[in-house]
Nanobody
């Protein structure tokens, strides 16, 4: 089992920055792809960014150039640096990770609220 705990959400004005963190713990051999998703009210959950263990990244078009995903494999952690935030970035942000125990499963954090005021 893998437990994911997010932190770093909050309220920020448009144009501001926030940094989300997600720490993984539990019994697993290794973590695979880790990522961030978000869900705004009355909308479906959507991919924000992912990162492989080797550091390969992907981003949603809406956040390219503004958000940066990174990870620290030694700490089993993934981060999301969010700059130039917009009101439309307001959502609950969820951490996601592939955990090998040794069988692969997908795990989710509980979510952290990000609110961007105009």
């Amino acid at each position: 089992q893998v437990q994911l705990v997010e932190s770093g959400g909050g309220l920020v004005q448009a144009g501001g920055s926030l940094r989300l963190s997600c720490a993984a713990s539990g019994s697993f051999f290794r973590l695979g792809v880790m990522g961030w998703y978000r869900q705004a009210p009355e909308k479906q959950r959507e991919l924000v960014a992912t990162i492989t263990g080797g550091g390969r990244t992907t981003y949603a078009d809406s956040v390219k150039g503004r958000f940066t995903i990174s990870r620290d494999n030694a700490k089993n952690a993934v981060y999301l640096q969010m700059n130039s935030l917009k009101p439309e970035d307001t959502a609950v942000y969820y951490c996601n990770a592939e955990g090998f125990t040794p069988y692969k499963s997908v795990y989710w954090g509980q979510g952290t609220q990000v609110t961007v005021s105009s």
